[in-house]
């Protein structure tokens, strides 16, 4: 006995009216009288149910399925019926049920709106509820556009390290990662850590950003891409920040600012239509129970021409504006997100690139503008969210990045891998991060991050 | 100036023939006389290099072109001019040659051959070599490979923690992660470590599998699968461990371990014939220069229908074999490579899964046979490496599975959350793991995992 995957049945109705078939799944609901019944039977490979009638007369054991807790697993066997007069457009006439798994009156999904805090704590649970069924299978479409909109374009994918013994930025709080034994750490002669004692021989951490690594790629494939977990040991207890999550970042060589910004254009509106094609109940679904605004937001995106403006323009619309921002504009401030929001949501009405922003506000390894104060960077906000891409021309200049570094204090030696290909036909690259999890928030109108990561990391917070 | 990908030009030859076009990428090799010369240039997009032809009476730059080192990036405008004649089907005769980035005579990929182990500590280098070049990029297809089978077939991509505070399997060394302060472990009142002020609150590891996750999402989803990167902190240096490694997990619901096998094998199958078709350049040079029965070894898989045995007959057929293994072999023991590969390689001469293992040599997890002696577990055993799969059917028994974590001393509280899906609706379900590097491994023949990892990180290695 073989269940037929409910998406089947939605998709190619035609193959299976009127047949005898069978299929597996999780009953969401069942409500019966003495001598009839419905079943509301989900097997997670489609975000509707399909509905099971089932009669005393045909079912041997027509009590004890009228009596099967919610969540029960059940095989059902019958013919599917089409029902052009009712609200959903088919059911099947059960003529056996065989139970697969019981469930219990304790099960903790019954049929009630749970809060999303609730259900943060069953998250091994969650997926079984609408809300969760249709976040992760667009996660999981939406981590499939990625691979698909750069594979097609003949990206090469990288896994870059997750361990390193590096700090990609200079900035971000790393975890450590160590093998010796805490309670007894050793020491050295001089009382320091001795790391020569750790798995590594040195001290490590988890990476916060594959962007170095893959630089070194786009220096030999030309068009690279990394898709992997990064981590930030932030004590930032926010709706927006986890501790893990996953990034993208492409990288380009023989390629510019524009270059840059045209790709992130280019990738945004394919993930967002992918999407749109392949989930369209999902979407129905947000955006009448989560986020009444969504499918205009997401359809002005994939329709408009991203609009640009310099750091600098920028900074005088926010002046001009005769806005009162909490966080005071000044040229050289970093854009606060009601700066971010005022832009790209009151001034251009659509998703907005923001390039050429002050070099002190900005990572060492950008591209320095010849006006000696801004660097090639950008960054893309989007209505409704503000900054959701950040990116930049790196620089190329062997002896302008490592004065940048001195400037910055750091030690040019730590970087010489990094600082070889500058030395080594270096050529104009460009590269940016898209956080994974911001764009699910993004499309789904899910607005904490707990709430698009499967089992969510967050500051005193690793269950499961 | 923008340079075309020169695989546009190897595979839609007729769209430039004859054209002025222009190329970006990074010089392979050059020679000159005094009156012309010739590049061969790489750019990454492909494997192979495309034939620059230049001329002193074209070129004022004729004599620096000439002098160029190895490594250096130049844009090159001409002519493509095919070549029906030479080795090489076309050549661009150059008209402008524009230098992007010098190099120097000390670039550490000179033409000549350089061993695998030098290789390795230019990391950051060497994806600029053929064998390297050929091996990420197989790497980068079998990736898009897996997950364009499985979206196809509907599952579910799941991204499961990275962090954990379980240890998936109750065996495998695992990685601590922490922000306390190493010089000065805080303790507490016991004079324990005090985990109660690391990030999380308590111990966390980094993960050593993602199944246990995944098996709550495929009682969601029905077809899930995880795949992202896992860690062993253990101190083998061997040719096939690596302390940070991706590995692909599927995990099927209402499926027992039939359907688990036909999983497997179709994805082998798959994922080999996706990279044969998509880089028949890049095995043609592993099957000259790297081994050379590599092809004939993967059309045999792609090509078999994979054979089946129990281990018990599997030790039998050890037994009557009248080999001397190294390991003696007698029914209990855990098979070892030599046992594998015999059987492979030697008896049935294609991939064959192995099935019902003895229960004392495998998890906790896995569903135990009605013999009370072994469980339906599979392995898949390829010829020329031995095990290259593993999985199991899923013990779908609340009562069961606790008593088999208390016989091997687990606290069956640690894991409540996994028992809760054998309490609401459990089903038959099963899954099987997939190192990522070791398929990889199979299909280039390359025999250290050191060369198939970006930056691998090994015992006492984590450069870069």
Redesign the interface.
Known sequence: M??I?I?KIFRETEKYADKEICV????RSVRASNVFGFIELN???FFKNIQVVFEKENLANFDEIAHLNI???I?VTGKLVLTPEAKQPFEIKAEKVVV?????PD??LQKKRHSLEYLRTIA??R??TNT??AV??I???A??AI?KFF?ER?????????????DAEGAG?M??????D??N?PKDENG??DYSKD????S?N?TVSGQL?CE??A?????VYTF??T?R?E?SNTPRHA??F?MIEPEI??ADLKDDMELAEDMIKYIINFCLENAPEEFAFFSNFIDKGLLDRLNNIVTSDFAHVTYTEAVDLLLKSGKKFDYPVKWGIDLQTEHERYITEEVFKKPVFVTDYPKDIKAFYMKQNDDGKTVAAMDLLVPGVGEIIGGSQRE?DYDKLVNRMKELGMNPDDYS??L?????????HAGFGLGFERIIMYMTGISNIRDV???P?T??????
Do not use: C, M
């Not at 003949?154 to 590096?166: C, N």
């Not at 500051?459 to 499961?464: G, H, S």
């Open positions: 073989k269940g995957e998406k597996a799944g999780w009953i097997d997670g490979t969540g029960s697993s095989y697969e798994g019981l469930s219990t099960f903790p091994h649970l997926p079984r969760f069924s992760f299978r996660r999981s479409l981590a499939y691979h594979q003949g990206f090469v994918y990288v896994h870059t390290p997750i361990i390193t013994s590096s709080e975890f450590r990662l160590t093998t010796l805490l309670e750490v320091n850590v798995f590594f021989g040195k490590t988890l690594e070194t790629y220096l030999a494939f030309r068009n992997g977990p981590f040991a004590n501790a893990e996953w060589a023989f190329e891998w990094y070889d290909l500058r030395k080594y036909g270096g050529t104009k990561s499967s089992f990391r500051v005193k917070n690793a269950d499961f």
